[in-house]
């Protein structure tokens, strides 16, 4: 096979000592003559995954004990209704900051259910793109939504936003790429297939004074329940929840959150270098809330697009091509991506600008 390094924003590519050890267990997990695939999520084998997927997640955040881990089907967008189902009845109050495409459209997936408001706005128009500043929480507001890193936009928060209600955060694409401090938080989610396996999953972190037994909540969403029985209220996707275990095994070897803090920092810094270095790219984020794991950029001749893209994808540089809602360039570096890929990247990208500047 050819090397190639895949830029895909999600599902993105996964460590690849990972899918070597699935693929190596696949047949015959653990002896057994079957796949983990088909065995019941309520046998002792199973439970053990579950159990060791959800200690090691703890450890690898540091979790403290007053919060619980589900593990739950329907990916990322499956929370923006669960969460408001969750934590509000009807007439309670919540308030969502905008910063981009993915808490603006969980915004607009809550409003149809519950009381939120906004909170404050991005300002998109005036450039550099920067955070917004002043974020006005409503008096009677159960919590404050925001995305920590807007995948399509390329804009994330490394400060949570100081206010006084439960902070509500959608971490799916920058979930265990940096140290947090999760008792900041009421409540966090994720959709896996960034940072933590296959699509279709999503991790919630949530405290539990915030849980509410009384809430009408269709069952397989409805966290109260989830967590009593221990995720498995349905059938869990438990492939799924095998490969998320599998990750967690290889981020605590090759050394934490830390670690991939570090890395990604060092992947970050040297793409951004590329692009304000070389003239014919651009990025219009502020330099204080730039994404470290998805990078924008536009090629300020719009022309050059179609031979940009085409070019890096014979080198097997892969999936670079921008969200369709805003153009240009992007490339999503999650902890798997080693830093030869964006080496190989920058590499390209100096070679195309020297022929093209
Ligand atoms: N939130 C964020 C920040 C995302 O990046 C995505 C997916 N790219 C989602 C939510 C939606 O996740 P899903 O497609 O799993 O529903």
């Known amino acids: 096979m050819n090397k190639v390094f895949n830029f895909c924003a999600g599902p993105a590519m996964l460590p690849p000592a990972v899918l070597q050890r699935a693929q190596s267990e696949m047949i015959d997990w653990q002896g057994l003559g079957v796949s983990v695939m088909e065995v019941s999520h309520r046998d002792k084998p199973f439970m053990a995954v579950a159990a060791k997927a959800e200690a090691d997640l703890r450890e690898l955040m540091a979790i403290p004990d007053n919060y619980k881990v589900l593990f739950l089907a329907g990916g990322g967008r499956s929370q923006f209704t669960a969460v408001p189902l969750n934590l509000l009845k009807e007439g309670e109050q919540a308030d969502y900051l905008i910063t981009g495409q993915w808490s603006k459209a969980a915004f607009e997936e809550a409003k149809r259910f519950r009381d939120v408001a906004i909170a404050a706005e991005i300002d998109m128009s005036t450039k550099p793109i920067a955070l917004p ?3 006005k929480v409503r008096a009677g507001a159960k919590y404050l939504h925001y995305c920590p890193n807007e995948t399509v936009d390329g804009i994330e928060m490394f400060e949570e936003p100081a206010v006084d209600v439960p902070l509500v955060a959608d971490m799916s694409s920058c979930i265990l790429s940096r140290r947090i401090d999760v008792s900041k938080y009421g409540l966090i989610y994720a959709g896996a297939q960034k ?26 969403w409805d966290y109260a329940q989830q967590a009593q029985q221990g995720s498995m209220v349905n059938t ?6 095998y490969l998320a275990g599998l990750v967690f095994e290889w981020l605590k070897e090759v050394g934490g959150v830390a670690a991939m803090e570090a890395h990604n920092a060092a992947k970050a810094e040297l793409l951004y270098g590329a692009i304000d270095s070389l003239p014919l790219y651009q990025n219009l984020v502020d330099a204080s809330c730039r994404s470290r794991m998805n990078v924008v950029w536009q090629l300020k001749d719009e022309s050059l697009n179609e031979a940009f893209l085409a070019e890096a994808e014979a080198l097997g540089l892969l999936a670079l091509k921008g969200h369709r809602f805003v153009g240009g360039m992007r490339a999503s570096m999650y902890n798997a991506m080693p830093l030869a890929g964006t080496q190989a990247l920058v590499a390209f990208m100096q070679d195309f600008a020297a022929r093209h500047g």
């Not at 999503?202 to 269709?218: F, G, K, N």
């Not at 869990?236 to 929840?241: D, G, K, R, V």
């Open 133 to 135: 500043v002043d974020i």
């Open 195 to 220: 940072n933590i396996g296959p699509s279709g999953l999503a991790v919630v972190i949530v405290r539990s004074d915030l849980l509410r037994d009384d809430m009408q909540v269709p069952c397989i």
């Open 236 to 241: 869990p996707p438990t492939y799924a929840w």
